[in-house]
């Protein structure tokens, strides 16, 4: 208790203990209590604070005072001090708030902590970039963990691929031929060991290639392993110079944490990019070949699949040019049960079964039985309709082979504007033991164009009510008028038509190829090209 002069008039025996200096009646309380308390006083009794003293809760660690309510320290403890005023002085009763303190700042840290791992996963997982992630686990690091950060994964060939983040947040890509040995705990942290604490790291055994120009010296290291799925994604090394505090056990924790979160974001990127080359890979072997002149006959040909996005389905085609003047050219049309990648995946091994067949590909009936056979080892539940056509050009006339198996049979559209079906059916490939056939021979003036299509552009639903098949009798009249057509803009006109009477309805996979005797002179004139193509 002071009076309103400052003076001391009473210390109970917990205030002696804590303030000495007042433990004895009449000295001045500014001789024996702290600066903010002693402010805090003097503006309680309604005097004015001496110039220089401290305000009523000063102190580093002083939290902004309630109403009057003074804070500060007291023997680095952190004190709230309650006034009582009882007209002659004021009572002061002290209560020490070092411990809500700390759990305060405790739970601060917590929170920066959690706060900084959701923006870490956040963004790593934005990506499924692996430079990209590389490049975002070194720049949080660096900014929220220590001065600067390393990520450094598995070595491509003599290399090690490595993202430096400095102090300045700059991220450096480099490809460095390192020894992991060099850094205490880097080799077993790129095989996905657990990491050493940072206290059994030399920090001044780090390599010039760790510790870069202009960082400083190394005052501490943390080395962490980046978990992956199944196999370790890299390592992740956080470096603090000298003169700031090392890690804490606490950070250290928070290290591991935030490796854990990269790693799983670093493999999901390298596993998402080995798959996508796979996919890539087997997709161009699974596209539809380009279109262009076969052996001096213009041909053309339009595919589009069921889904808007797919680049594959079921309909599929191949054109196979002849081996030398005495065979002749094959062009492939099929149509596989089903559609999307499923079904592309079974005419691939269509396609690969009539690759291999195409020695014998003068006898249609043998390489439909051969093909046959195949997919009757196989899933029985898919089967295939095709249409094989062999192609000769003689003089000014092409002469075509044609063989249906379940397949519509192909169109001849005349110089007049006639429309015929070729007269050849058969049976589907891939359900039954015994299958038959018959083949067609139809000869092709200058002009003439053979259309061979998929069900997708007869079977297309819509319309103006929108419940209608397209339907082989209109693209017979829209064929009509296409007589003399190049096939480039048959093939585009048929497409279009089909296109236009889905809308935006679902439809099947389209496949159409147009083949046609050329009206000038022969192709090989202009080395045998022309300028057919291929649109999905």
């Known amino acids: 208790m002071a009076d309103a002069d400052g003076i001391v008039r009473h210390v109970n025996e917990a205030a002696a203990v804590l303030l000495p200096k007042a433990a004895a009646a009449g000295v001045p309380l500014m001789d024996a209590a702290p600066e ?40 680095g403890q952190m004190f709230e001090a309650h006034p009582a005023p009882d007209g002659t002085g004021v009572a002061w009763w002290l209560l020490d708030r070092t411990e809500n303190q700390r759990l305060a700042e405790a739970l601060r840290i917590e929170r920066e902590r959690t706060a900084f791992l959701a923006e870490a ?62 850094v205490p705990g880097l080799a077993e942290a790129l095989q996905g060991f657990p990491p ?39 390592a992740l090394l956080l470096l603090r110079r000298s003169g700031r505090a090392s890690f804490s056990e606490g950070e250290e924790v928070v290290a591991r944490l935030f490796a854990a979160r990269a790693g799983a974001a670093m493999s999901a990127a390298r596993l998402y990019a080995e798959q996508s080359s796979i996919t890539d890979t087997l997709m161009r072997e699974l596209l539809p070949p380009r279109t262009r002149a076969l052996d001096g006959v213009e041909l053309a040909a339009r595919y589009r699949p069921a889904g808007a996005t797919e680049l594959v389905g079921g309909d599929f085609y ?19 049960c089903g559609k999307g990648l499923e079904a592309a995946v079974l005419t691939g091994k269509i396609r690969n079964t009539l690759q291999a067949l195409l020695p014998m590909s003068g006898d249609h009936q043998r390489v439909l039985g051969l093909l046959n056979g195949v997919l009757l080892s196989g899933d029985r539940s898919r089967f295939v309709t095709l249409v094989l056509a062999s192609v000769r050009r003689t003089g000014s006339q092409v002469t075509l082979r044609l063989t249906s198996a379940g397949h519509a049979p192909p169109l001849i559209v005349r110089s007049g504007g006639r429309v015929e079906a070729a007269s050849t059916r058969g049976t589907l490939i891939g359900m039954l033991e015994n299958i038959t ?54 093939t585009e006109r048929v497409q279009m038509l089909s296109s236009q009477w889905v809308g935006d309805g679902d439809h099947d996979d389209m496949a159409v190829i147009a083949i046609t005797a050329p009206r000038g002179a022969h192709l090989s004139a202009v080395g045998g090209h022309g300028p057919g193509r291929f649109t999905a």
């Open 196 to 234: 050493a604490p940072s206290r059994w790291i030399d920090p001044t055994s780090a390599p010039a290639w760790l510790a870069r120009e202009g960082f400083g010296e190394v005052g501490s290291m943390v080395v962490s392993a980046l978990p992956g799925h199944g196999v370790p994604a890299g």
């Open 36 to 75: 903010w308390l002693v402010r805090a006083h003097l503006l309680a009794v309604g005097h004015n604070a001496p110039t220089g003293a401290a305000s009523p809760g000063a102190g580093p660690d002083a939290e902004p005072p309630a109403p009057g309510v003074a804070y500060g320290l007291v023997g």
């Open 437 to 490: 056939s018959c083949t067609a021979t139809v000869v092709l003036e200058p002009g003439e164009t053979c259309l061979l299509y998929t069900d997708g552009i007869t079977e297309a639903m819509g319309g103006p009510l929108g419940n209608e098949m397209f339907g082989e009798e209109r693209l017979r009249e829209e064929l009509e008028q296409c007589a003399g057509m190049p096939p480039e803009a048959l």
């Open 318 to 336: 191949d054109l196979h040019p002849s081996v030398d003047a005495d065979h002749e050219a094959l062009v492939v049309l099929g149509d596989v």
């Open 121 to 182: 996963s956040h963004e790593l997982l934005s990506s499924l970039n692996l430079d990209r992630c590389m490049e975002v686990t070194a720049r949080l690091a660096a900014r929220h963990l220590a001065d600067a950060a390393l990520v450094i994964v598995p070595r491509a060939g003599r290399r090690h691929p490595i993202a430096y983040c400095g102090p300045d947040g700059q991220v450096a890509r480099e490809d460095l031929a390192i020894d992991p040995q060099e």
